[in-house]
Protein backbone atom coordinates (compact mmCIF):
# COMPACT_ATOMS: atom_id res chain seq x y z
CA UNK A 1 0.00 0.00 0.00
CA UNK A 2 2.83 2.28 0.58
CA UNK A 3 4.60 1.93 -2.84
CA UNK A 4 1.26 2.24 -4.55
CA UNK A 5 0.47 5.20 -2.20
CA UNK A 6 4.00 6.59 -3.44
CA UNK A 7 3.46 6.16 -6.95
CA UNK A 8 0.04 8.16 -6.74
CA UNK A 9 2.08 10.84 -5.38
CA UNK A 10 4.49 10.96 -7.89
CA UNK A 11 1.99 10.72 -10.91
CA UNK A 12 1.46 13.91 -12.96
CA UNK A 13 -1.89 12.85 -13.67
CA UNK A 14 -2.64 16.38 -15.41
CA UNK A 15 -0.09 15.98 -17.63
CA UNK A 16 -0.91 11.72 -18.23
CA UNK A 17 -4.01 12.07 -18.73
CA UNK A 18 -4.03 12.75 -23.13
CA UNK A 19 -1.36 9.72 -22.87
CA UNK A 20 -3.90 7.72 -20.99
CA UNK A 21 -6.82 8.26 -23.17
CA UNK A 22 -5.25 8.01 -25.81
CA UNK A 23 -3.58 4.62 -25.43
CA UNK A 24 -6.19 3.37 -24.00
CA UNK A 25 -8.48 4.06 -26.84
CA UNK A 26 -6.29 2.95 -29.74
CA UNK A 27 -5.69 -0.68 -27.91
CA UNK A 28 -9.26 -1.41 -26.86
CA UNK A 29 -9.83 -0.15 -30.84
CA UNK A 30 -7.34 -2.50 -32.48
CA UNK A 31 -8.23 -5.20 -30.69
CA UNK A 32 -12.22 -4.71 -31.46
CA UNK A 33 -11.35 -3.52 -35.08
CA UNK A 34 -9.40 -6.62 -34.96
CA UNK A 35 -12.03 -9.10 -34.31
CA UNK A 36 -14.85 -7.30 -36.58
CA UNK A 37 -12.20 -7.53 -39.61
CA UNK A 38 -12.17 -10.80 -38.99
CA UNK A 39 -15.20 -11.98 -38.79
CA UNK A 40 -16.03 -9.94 -42.26
CA UNK A 41 -13.42 -11.96 -43.87
CA UNK A 42 -14.38 -15.19 -42.71
CA UNK A 43 -17.38 -14.60 -45.34
CA UNK A 44 -14.69 -14.11 -47.94
CA UNK A 45 -12.28 -17.94 -47.72
CA UNK A 46 -11.01 -17.77 -51.06
CA UNK A 47 -9.95 -13.96 -50.25
CA UNK A 48 -8.98 -14.49 -47.21
CA UNK A 49 -5.41 -15.23 -46.88
CA UNK A 50 -4.46 -12.16 -49.67
CA UNK A 51 -6.43 -9.53 -47.61
CA UNK A 52 -5.02 -10.63 -44.54
CA UNK A 53 -1.35 -10.44 -46.09
CA UNK A 54 -2.53 -6.71 -47.32
CA UNK A 55 -3.44 -5.86 -44.40
CA UNK A 56 -0.24 -6.56 -42.26
CA UNK A 57 1.67 -5.31 -45.30
CA UNK A 58 -0.08 -2.04 -44.24
CA UNK A 59 0.54 -2.18 -40.83
CA UNK A 60 4.84 -2.71 -41.17
CA UNK A 61 5.29 -0.17 -43.92
CA UNK A 62 2.92 2.08 -42.17
CA UNK A 63 4.30 1.88 -38.90
CA UNK A 64 8.20 2.35 -40.12
CA UNK A 65 6.95 5.64 -42.09
CA UNK A 66 4.95 6.51 -39.07
CA UNK A 67 8.01 6.05 -36.91
CA UNK A 68 10.17 8.23 -39.33
CA UNK A 69 7.86 11.24 -40.08
CA UNK A 70 5.10 11.44 -37.13
CA UNK A 71 7.92 12.87 -34.21
CA UNK A 72 8.04 16.12 -37.32
CA UNK A 73 4.80 17.22 -35.50
CA UNK A 74 3.86 14.67 -33.00
CA UNK A 75 0.41 15.80 -31.46
CA UNK A 76 -0.90 17.33 -34.91
CA UNK A 77 -0.12 13.55 -36.56
CA UNK A 78 -1.39 11.39 -33.48
CA UNK A 79 -5.19 14.36 -33.71
CA UNK A 80 -5.01 13.59 -37.83
CA UNK A 81 -4.34 8.98 -36.94
CA UNK A 82 -7.08 9.21 -34.85
CA UNK A 83 -9.76 10.36 -37.19
CA UNK A 84 -8.36 8.31 -40.11
CA UNK A 85 -9.08 5.16 -38.14
CA UNK A 86 -12.51 5.70 -37.53
CA UNK A 87 -13.07 6.59 -41.69
CA UNK A 88 -10.73 3.40 -41.87
CA UNK A 89 -12.82 1.72 -39.33
CA UNK A 90 -16.53 2.81 -40.93
CA UNK A 91 -15.39 1.52 -44.33
CA UNK A 92 -15.37 -1.90 -43.24
CA UNK A 93 -19.53 -1.63 -44.48
CA UNK A 94 -18.27 -1.30 -48.31
CA UNK A 95 -16.42 -5.05 -47.81
CA UNK A 96 -18.55 -6.87 -51.15
CA UNK A 97 -18.14 -9.95 -51.94
CA UNK A 98 -17.32 -8.99 -56.09
CA UNK A 99 -14.83 -6.17 -55.10
CA UNK A 100 -11.37 -8.17 -54.93
CA UNK A 101 -9.36 -4.93 -55.64
CA UNK A 102 -11.48 -2.50 -53.26
CA UNK A 103 -11.06 -4.91 -50.75
CA UNK A 104 -7.63 -5.21 -51.23
CA UNK A 105 -7.37 -1.02 -50.86
CA UNK A 106 -9.48 -1.28 -47.71
CA UNK A 107 -6.99 -3.99 -46.06
CA UNK A 108 -4.11 -1.63 -46.60
CA UNK A 109 -5.95 1.62 -45.51
CA UNK A 110 -6.78 -0.73 -42.69
CA UNK A 111 -3.83 -1.77 -41.77
CA UNK A 112 -1.84 1.77 -42.32
CA UNK A 113 -4.61 3.47 -40.24
CA UNK A 114 -3.25 0.70 -37.19
CA UNK A 115 0.67 1.04 -38.02
CA UNK A 116 1.21 4.96 -38.88
CA UNK A 117 0.76 6.21 -35.58
CA UNK A 118 1.42 3.45 -32.86
CA UNK A 119 5.18 4.20 -32.28
CA UNK A 120 4.21 7.81 -31.79
CA UNK A 121 1.21 6.42 -29.66
CA UNK A 122 3.07 5.04 -27.05
CA UNK A 123 6.14 7.01 -27.26
CA UNK A 124 3.98 9.93 -26.20
CA UNK A 125 3.02 7.69 -23.68
CA UNK A 126 6.66 7.30 -22.72
CA UNK A 127 7.41 11.23 -22.35
CA UNK A 128 4.45 11.83 -20.46
CA UNK A 129 5.78 9.63 -17.71
CA UNK A 130 8.36 9.25 -15.66
CA UNK A 131 10.76 5.95 -15.50
CA UNK A 132 9.87 5.57 -12.12
CA UNK A 133 6.23 4.96 -12.63
CA UNK A 134 6.12 4.43 -16.05
CA UNK A 135 4.78 0.19 -15.42
CA UNK A 136 2.38 2.02 -12.52
CA UNK A 137 0.48 4.38 -15.35
CA UNK A 138 0.77 1.78 -17.70
CA UNK A 139 -0.96 -1.01 -15.63
CA UNK A 140 -3.64 1.22 -15.07
CA UNK A 141 -4.05 1.54 -18.50
CA UNK A 142 -4.50 -2.00 -19.45
CA UNK A 143 -6.30 -2.58 -16.38
CA UNK A 144 -9.19 -0.08 -18.66
CA UNK A 145 -8.21 -1.69 -21.59
CA UNK A 146 -8.93 -5.09 -20.53
CA UNK A 147 -12.10 -4.12 -18.72
CA UNK A 148 -13.58 -1.86 -21.44
CA UNK A 149 -12.22 -4.43 -24.40
CA UNK A 150 -14.31 -6.87 -22.22
CA UNK A 151 -17.65 -4.67 -22.17
CA UNK A 152 -17.02 -4.01 -25.94
CA UNK A 153 -16.78 -7.87 -26.55
CA UNK A 154 -20.17 -8.49 -24.56
CA UNK A 155 -21.71 -5.81 -26.97
CA UNK A 156 -20.29 -7.04 -29.83
CA UNK A 157 -21.36 -10.39 -29.48
CA UNK A 158 -25.37 -8.77 -29.33
CA UNK A 159 -25.29 -6.71 -31.92
CA UNK A 160 -24.80 -6.90 -35.07
CA UNK A 161 -21.70 -6.62 -37.40
CA UNK A 162 -23.14 -3.36 -38.70
CA UNK A 163 -23.71 -1.90 -35.15
CA UNK A 164 -20.64 -3.14 -34.29
CA UNK A 165 -18.39 -1.09 -37.00
CA UNK A 166 -20.76 2.02 -36.04
CA UNK A 167 -19.87 1.85 -32.18
CA UNK A 168 -16.09 0.72 -32.67
CA UNK A 169 -16.50 4.37 -35.12
CA UNK A 170 -18.08 6.45 -32.77
CA UNK A 171 -15.16 4.94 -29.91
CA UNK A 172 -12.49 6.01 -32.60
CA UNK A 173 -14.19 9.24 -33.11
CA UNK A 174 -14.59 10.09 -29.09
CA UNK A 175 -10.59 8.91 -28.76
CA UNK A 176 -10.25 11.93 -31.32
CA UNK A 177 -12.23 14.43 -29.89
CA UNK A 178 -11.16 13.76 -26.48
CA UNK A 179 -7.69 13.57 -27.03
CA UNK A 180 -7.89 17.34 -28.72
CA UNK A 181 -9.87 18.45 -25.91
CA UNK A 182 -7.04 16.52 -23.28
CA UNK A 183 -4.34 18.04 -24.78
CA UNK A 184 -5.39 21.99 -25.54
CA UNK A 185 -2.57 22.64 -23.17
CA UNK A 186 -0.09 20.20 -23.68
CA UNK A 187 3.46 21.37 -23.63
CA UNK A 188 5.65 20.42 -26.42
CA UNK A 189 8.36 18.18 -25.85
CA UNK A 190 12.09 19.41 -26.81
CA UNK A 191 13.56 17.99 -29.74
CA UNK A 192 14.75 14.52 -29.29
CA UNK A 193 17.83 12.91 -30.88
CA UNK A 194 16.41 9.75 -33.26
CA UNK A 195 19.09 6.86 -33.08
CA UNK A 196 19.05 5.08 -36.28
CA UNK A 197 17.89 1.65 -36.52
CA UNK A 198 21.70 0.22 -37.32
CA UNK A 199 22.54 1.91 -33.62
CA UNK A 200 19.51 0.37 -32.03
CA UNK A 201 20.12 -3.38 -33.09
CA UNK A 202 23.74 -2.90 -32.02
CA UNK A 203 22.79 -1.89 -28.51
CA UNK A 204 22.84 -5.21 -26.36
CA UNK A 205 20.41 -4.21 -23.90
CA UNK A 206 17.87 -3.98 -26.96
CA UNK A 207 19.04 -7.38 -28.25
CA UNK A 208 18.85 -9.35 -24.53
CA UNK A 209 14.97 -8.00 -24.49
CA UNK A 210 13.80 -8.26 -28.15
CA UNK A 211 14.66 -11.75 -28.86
CA UNK A 212 12.75 -13.34 -25.63
CA UNK A 213 10.03 -11.11 -26.70
CA UNK A 214 10.05 -12.21 -30.42
CA UNK A 215 10.19 -15.72 -29.49
CA UNK A 216 7.14 -15.08 -26.95
CA UNK A 217 5.23 -13.35 -29.99
CA UNK A 218 6.28 -16.47 -32.46
CA UNK A 219 4.58 -18.87 -29.83
CA UNK A 220 1.72 -16.98 -28.66
CA UNK A 221 0.21 -16.73 -32.04
CA UNK A 222 1.62 -20.15 -33.36
CA UNK A 223 0.09 -22.23 -30.59
CA UNK A 224 -3.44 -20.17 -30.81
CA UNK A 225 -5.02 -22.44 -33.63
CA UNK A 226 -3.52 -25.62 -31.70
CA UNK A 227 -4.93 -24.46 -28.65
CA UNK A 228 -8.06 -23.46 -30.23
CA UNK A 229 -7.94 -27.61 -31.45
CA UNK A 230 -7.59 -29.03 -27.80
CA UNK A 231 -9.91 -26.64 -25.99
CA UNK A 232 -12.49 -26.62 -29.06
CA UNK A 233 -13.86 -23.22 -30.28
CA UNK A 234 -16.29 -21.80 -27.99
CA UNK A 235 -14.16 -22.94 -24.62
CA UNK A 236 -11.39 -20.92 -27.06
CA UNK A 237 -13.37 -17.97 -27.09
CA UNK A 238 -14.44 -18.57 -23.41
CA UNK A 239 -10.32 -18.59 -22.56
CA UNK A 240 -9.98 -15.31 -24.62
CA UNK A 241 -12.68 -13.43 -22.61
CA UNK A 242 -11.84 -14.43 -19.21
CA UNK A 243 -7.65 -13.32 -20.07
CA UNK A 244 -9.21 -9.85 -20.65
CA UNK A 245 -10.59 -9.95 -16.70
CA UNK A 246 -7.04 -11.02 -16.14
CA UNK A 247 -5.40 -8.55 -17.78
CA UNK A 248 -7.80 -6.05 -16.36
CA UNK A 249 -6.91 -7.30 -12.41
CA UNK A 250 -3.18 -7.89 -13.23
CA UNK A 251 -2.08 -5.44 -15.15
CA UNK A 252 -2.04 -3.03 -12.93
CA UNK A 253 -0.01 -5.29 -10.30
CA UNK A 254 2.31 -5.81 -12.73
CA UNK A 255 2.46 -2.28 -13.49
CA UNK A 256 3.35 -1.73 -9.50
CA UNK A 257 6.07 -4.38 -9.09
CA UNK A 258 7.62 -3.30 -11.99
CA UNK A 259 7.80 0.02 -10.50
CA UNK A 260 9.05 -1.29 -7.45
CA UNK A 261 11.74 -4.39 -7.74
CA UNK A 262 12.11 -3.24 -11.42
CA UNK A 263 11.02 -4.55 -15.08
CA UNK A 264 13.38 -7.72 -15.38
CA UNK A 265 11.95 -9.83 -12.64
CA UNK A 266 8.57 -9.52 -13.69
CA UNK A 267 9.21 -10.32 -17.11
CA UNK A 268 11.31 -13.64 -16.14
CA UNK A 269 8.20 -14.41 -13.54
CA UNK A 270 5.65 -14.02 -16.78
CA UNK A 271 8.38 -16.58 -18.86
CA UNK A 272 8.62 -19.23 -16.48
CA UNK A 273 4.57 -19.59 -15.73
CA UNK A 274 4.30 -19.73 -19.87
CA UNK A 275 6.86 -21.64 -20.24
CA UNK A 276 5.22 -24.26 -17.26
CA UNK A 277 1.74 -24.30 -18.52
CA UNK A 278 2.97 -25.15 -22.02
CA UNK A 279 4.91 -28.52 -20.18
CA UNK A 280 1.77 -28.94 -18.01
CA UNK A 281 -0.26 -29.05 -21.61
CA UNK A 282 1.98 -31.20 -23.42
CA UNK A 283 1.77 -33.70 -20.46
CA UNK A 284 -1.81 -33.65 -19.22
CA UNK A 285 -3.68 -31.86 -22.48
CA UNK A 286 -7.29 -33.88 -21.63
CA UNK A 287 -7.57 -32.79 -17.71
CA UNK A 288 -10.08 -30.13 -17.42
CA UNK A 289 -7.80 -28.72 -14.39
CA UNK A 290 -4.55 -28.43 -17.01
CA UNK A 291 -7.26 -26.14 -19.05
CA UNK A 292 -7.84 -23.84 -16.02
CA UNK A 293 -4.71 -23.84 -14.74
CA UNK A 294 -3.59 -22.74 -18.01
CA UNK A 295 -5.86 -19.91 -18.44
CA UNK A 296 -5.11 -18.91 -14.71
CA UNK A 297 -1.52 -18.73 -15.49
CA UNK A 298 -1.84 -17.46 -19.04
CA UNK A 299 -3.90 -14.56 -17.61
CA UNK A 300 -1.65 -13.72 -15.02
CA UNK A 301 1.27 -13.66 -17.37
CA UNK A 302 -0.71 -11.20 -19.88
CA UNK A 303 -1.83 -8.69 -16.97
CA UNK A 304 1.91 -8.45 -16.34
CA UNK A 305 3.49 -8.15 -19.69
CA UNK A 306 0.96 -5.87 -21.12
CA UNK A 307 2.07 -3.00 -18.53
CA UNK A 308 5.70 -3.92 -18.80
CA UNK A 309 6.52 -5.11 -22.23
CA UNK A 310 3.96 -3.58 -24.14
CA UNK A 311 4.33 0.15 -21.94
CA UNK A 312 7.31 0.46 -19.83
CA UNK A 313 10.76 -1.40 -21.34
CA UNK A 314 10.90 0.37 -24.75
CA UNK A 315 10.56 3.74 -23.30
CA UNK A 316 12.71 3.16 -20.78
CA UNK A 317 15.26 1.98 -23.36
CA UNK A 318 14.78 5.28 -25.28
CA UNK A 319 15.95 7.19 -22.26
CA UNK A 320 16.09 10.80 -23.45
CA UNK A 321 16.05 9.88 -27.33
CA UNK A 322 13.39 9.78 -29.31
CA UNK A 323 11.34 7.12 -28.63
CA UNK A 324 9.58 5.54 -32.24
CA UNK A 325 11.97 3.46 -33.26
CA UNK A 326 12.85 1.66 -30.08
CA UNK A 327 8.65 0.85 -29.94
CA UNK A 328 8.79 0.05 -33.03
CA UNK A 329 11.15 -2.52 -32.87
CA UNK A 330 9.20 -3.88 -29.58
CA UNK A 331 5.65 -3.63 -31.19
CA UNK A 332 6.39 -5.13 -35.07
CA UNK A 333 7.13 -8.36 -34.17
CA UNK A 334 3.97 -9.17 -31.90
CA UNK A 335 1.38 -7.03 -34.63
CA UNK A 336 3.15 -9.02 -37.38
CA UNK A 337 3.09 -12.28 -35.20
CA UNK A 338 -0.42 -11.60 -35.88
CA UNK A 339 -0.72 -13.10 -39.18
CA UNK A 340 0.95 -16.61 -38.02
CA UNK A 341 -2.28 -18.20 -36.55
CA UNK A 342 -4.19 -17.48 -40.51
CA UNK A 343 -1.29 -19.85 -42.00
CA UNK A 344 -0.72 -22.47 -39.17
CA UNK A 345 -4.70 -22.50 -39.37
CA UNK A 346 -4.72 -24.36 -42.33
CA UNK A 347 -2.62 -27.09 -41.34
CA UNK A 348 -3.25 -27.24 -37.23
CA UNK A 349 -5.17 -30.48 -38.21
CA UNK A 350 -1.78 -32.49 -39.17
CA UNK A 351 0.29 -30.74 -36.27
CA UNK A 352 0.65 -33.16 -33.25
CA UNK A 353 -0.38 -30.76 -30.13
CA UNK A 354 1.76 -32.91 -27.41
CA UNK A 355 4.61 -31.87 -29.56
CA UNK A 356 4.01 -28.67 -30.35
CA UNK A 357 3.44 -27.82 -26.58
CA UNK A 358 6.72 -29.51 -25.77
CA UNK A 359 8.80 -26.80 -27.84
CA UNK A 360 6.75 -23.77 -26.97
CA UNK A 361 7.94 -25.12 -23.23
CA UNK A 362 11.63 -25.42 -24.13
CA UNK A 363 11.98 -22.62 -25.88
CA UNK A 364 9.99 -20.08 -23.57
CA UNK A 365 12.39 -21.54 -20.88
CA UNK A 366 14.85 -20.80 -23.47
CA UNK A 367 14.20 -17.20 -23.56
CA UNK A 368 14.60 -16.73 -20.04
CA UNK A 369 18.75 -17.27 -20.61
CA UNK A 370 19.18 -13.96 -22.46
CA UNK A 371 17.05 -12.45 -20.12
CA UNK A 372 19.33 -13.32 -17.24
CA UNK A 373 21.89 -11.38 -18.78
CA UNK A 374 19.58 -8.33 -19.50
CA UNK A 375 20.14 -4.74 -17.59
CA UNK A 376 17.46 -3.78 -15.35
CA UNK A 377 15.48 -1.10 -16.89
CA UNK A 378 14.83 0.74 -14.15
CA UNK A 379 17.42 2.69 -12.44
CA UNK A 380 19.30 0.84 -9.71
CA UNK A 381 18.99 4.62 -7.69
CA UNK A 382 15.18 4.56 -7.74
CA UNK A 383 14.66 1.10 -6.66
CA UNK A 384 17.27 1.79 -3.37
CA UNK A 385 14.96 5.30 -2.80
CA UNK A 386 11.82 3.62 -3.15
CA UNK A 387 13.44 0.66 -0.59
CA UNK A 388 14.47 3.92 1.64
CA UNK A 389 11.21 5.30 1.93
CA UNK A 390 9.31 2.13 2.32
CA UNK A 391 11.65 1.49 5.41
CA UNK A 392 11.04 4.95 7.07
CA UNK A 393 7.50 4.59 6.55
CA UNK A 394 7.91 1.65 8.81
CA UNK A 395 9.86 2.86 10.71
CA UNK A 396 7.29 5.63 11.89
CA UNK A 397 4.71 3.91 12.24
CA UNK A 398 6.30 1.12 14.83
CA UNK A 399 7.78 4.45 16.66
CA UNK A 400 4.00 5.50 17.01
CA UNK A 401 2.96 2.11 17.67
CA UNK A 402 5.34 2.02 20.96
CA UNK A 403 5.23 5.73 21.66
Not at 221 to 232: H, K, N, R, T
Not at 339 to 357: C, E, N, Q
Request: with cysteine.
Amino acid sequence: MIHIRALREKTAWKATAPSIFLVLNSFVWYMLTYVVFNTILNGLETEKLGLFTTYYVGIAVSAILGSKFFPRARVKFLNLWLFMGAIATFLLTTVSIDGMLANALLAFFLGASIGIGLPSCLSYFADSTSVENRGFVGGIIWSAVGFVALIFAFLISILGLWEAIVALTIWRLFGGVGFLVLNRNHEKIAVQKSPSYLELIRKKEILLYLFPWIMFSIINFAEAPILEGVFGAEFFVFVQLVELAFIGIFAIVGGVIADVIGRKRVVIAGFIMLGIEYAVLSVFSNSPATLYLFLTLDGITWGLFASVFFMAIWGDLGGNYEKEKYYLLGGLPYLLAGFLPILIKLYASGIDATAAFSFASFFLFLAVLPLMYAPETLPEKKIKERELKNYIEKAKKAKEKYA
